[in-house]
């Protein structure tokens, strides 16, 4: 069930109405964890009567593949309430300690069990087949749990918090509960911190204090970034990596540069609607993109993509490493390990891990740039910050090509493309030069807040109407087939 | 001024927001046109170009797609003394009821000025999973389900009781959404990046059949190995027991056929049923509806050369050489029909 899908509205409109009739609070938080279960179980049990009459018929084996999985999440907030009251209530350090131990082990075990362990099998066999070992293992399949890497991380910022201090244990398991389960941010983020999230519970929420219209623009302007710029520039990234030897230079650049744009379009886009969702419930998430493409340093690019993923490894990864503290090459080796690592949980693949590393390596070389030659240049104004956006820009859209080829071979085929080297005949219409021109001209201008303001400026009429024919609009030329967002793979 | 109320506010807002929606909608769908439907866009426009020329169309699945050659044909109709046709083949693959007729209302509604015959596929119905979620699901699989065409199909699924209720229920949902995505134009014109930037090849690659006869034969290979030893046992088990009876067709069936000649009429043209050769587990003759031409070949016993493994390239078609062959066959069945019927009393 995806946000831009009809059924989705339907669902959201049954859940929003009732949720809003109801008032005791209590009854909200189980009517929507509740709703969280059923959206989270929709992506595993198919169509949910012929589920009911396959369970009814007890024909155990015809069940989709997977659809127990929901009972991992329910494990996870299960273990981490009991982590949350045994912290609670341990009397020494170390007892704590241990309490959050089991609760890294545990969330990490399995989300390492069910993502990493074909991963680590398959490159130890090939590593043991280059020494010259012929290992004879069961090849292990398992299927992933969707949103798995989301919400064990969001579960265990919560026993890391109550941990440190920085929240009470919940009381409730309900409340924990309906903080995992919350529907909008469930399967593929915001990843959202239980400091920022459970304080929320305190007070009953209230519909007077929701900004339906703010709600309604952010959702609208997230459904256009998926339908209109993700989906559109999808057929275009995977013709071009169906066979990139066959196209030309140009069109290589084009491709690499349109997977930049869908990627951004397609995880904004869906960030984006899920903090629309949750602000129509009364809630906040925390913004996770701020226009990343106009970054002027790779520092800057990670406090603007994903950031709910980068302020977590952040806290709980880089900073329990050693942060900024100790010599230069430990600050390096953290800063880099977090970046890898950070790849890695994107991924269980090398590309992906490269993807971290090439990051990693960015950000050191930003590191040695702005504590040396860069101060100098600093000085040299507009003209300087100009150079650095590019800089910026040129790396982080080439290490999206390991993220995006399926192997090293194909993205070391991609990369010698830009400069050249191989390619064929086919190429891209010149015009998709203007297309990125315009959608880059578009995304600055968001950043200036021209859009918003303008919608701003409209009566709730206009709004409305505006709403009404850009909804047509977005429809009419959105692909017949949209594909999950691509970071429910995650 | 805002009102007091902001729910009140809020439910005055939403017509607005659905006039705006349904108003840009109908602009687009109008000013949009035909969408774009691999198979079918071109076959339309070739239609469009040539509407001033065209007296005669086949309208039908790959049986009539792969089978029926418009020159073959208007050769065999001109050596019988009739007028010699010019025919166009507006098959498609896996094209059947009720998208065959919402097919040939597409084309009459382009206004051809000379057609005088349609010659639709008899066929049943087909439902849902017959074709595969990739197709269902495509372009070609939506297009035609506008309210009238959905009726019928949503009708022919909800009283087929040999499906359970779960089954139909979400069957006549698929019809019904994929019914609301034509109504609200999602997806009609997909692709704008691909259909913009994407080389012409790339775009094209279904459109191989002939330009002027909307005609593509299949390759001269027939059978071989074990499938043609396969073939060649169930073609003797079904000519060795009885016959199976001729088909009842559905009462919806045959009211949207009533309905739908009638329309073919109106347009100054005359509906011609025609049933070519299935595959054998197929093999089965309809009871055509009364006052409708009929030609029929879909029955083993009485078609044995249509059959043979030699003239098949797989177990549902014929191989080009045998499909010039049938079109001939039929343009001599037609022009008899066409003299037996000039000549009876009216």
Known sequence: ??????RFLLFFAVVFTVYWLVRSETVRRVWLTAAGFFFYCCFFIGPPLEFAQLVGAGKWNELPRGWWFPVFLLGSMGLDYVVGIGMGAAATARARKGWLALSLAANLGVLGTFKYAGFAQQSAAAFLGWLGFQPHWPVLHLLLPIGISFYTFQSLSYSIEVYRGHIPPVRRFLDLAFFISFFPQLVAGPIVRAAAFLPQLAAPRRWADVDPRGALILFFTGFLKKTLVAE??????????????????????????????QIYGDFSGYSDMARAVARLLGYELPLNFDFPYLATSLRDFWRRWHISLSSWLRDYLYIPLGGNRGNRARVAL??????????????????????????????????????????????????????????????????????RAPTFAVAAQVAGQLFGAGGGEKAFHPAAWALLAGLAAVHAAGQRRIWRRGLDRLSDWGLALVLGAGLAVALHFMPMHYRAFIYFQF | MPLAKPWIQACLCLPVFVLAWAGATLALTRSGGFPQVPGLSEKREIWQARRAQIDTVFVGSSRTFHHLDPVAFAEAVAAEGLAKPQAFNAGADLMFPPESFRWVRELLAARPEKLKWVFLEFAGIREKGDFGEGFENSARGVWWHDGQHTRLAVDHVWRDERMPWLERADQCADHLSQAAQVATGAGRRGGLWSGLLLPQEAKKEDALFDRETGFLGYAEQAMSG???????????????????PVRTMPADLRAALKELAAEVRRAGAE?????????????????????????????VEANQEWYAPEARCDGGHMVGSAAKKFSARVGRDFAALVKQRSAAPR
Request: hydrophobic fraction near 55%; include cysteine; aromatic fraction near 14%.
């Open chain 2, 271 to 299: 509906l011609v049923l025609i049933e070519p050769p299935e595959s054998i587990r197929l093999s089965r003759p309809m009871k055509p509806p009364p006052g409708v031409l009929h030609l029929g070949y879909n029955a």
């Open chain 1, 232 to 261: 559109n520039a999808a057929p275009v990234v995977d013709a071009f990596y169906a066979s990139p030897s066959s196209w030309t230079c140009s069109s290589a650049w084009i491709a690499v540069l349109a997977y930049a744009v």
């Open chain 1, 334 to 403: 953290n800063l880099f390990a977090t970046m890898t690592i950070g790849g890695l949980w994107h991924g269980a693949a090398w590309t992906f891990i490269v993807w971290g590393m090439l990051h990693g390596l960015g950000l050191l070389v930003h590191r040695w740039w702005e504590n040396g030659p860069g101060v100098q240049c600093r000085a040299a104004g507009k003209l300087w910050t100009s150079a650095a956006w590019g800089l910026t820009f040129l790396w982080v859209v080439a290490a999206w090509i390991p993220f």
């Open chain 2, 226 to 244: 074990e499938d043609a030893a396969r073939y060649r046992e169930q073609l003797a088990a079904r000519l060795a027991g009885q016959p199976p």
């Open chain 1, 1 to 6: 069930m995806l946000f831009v899908e009809a």
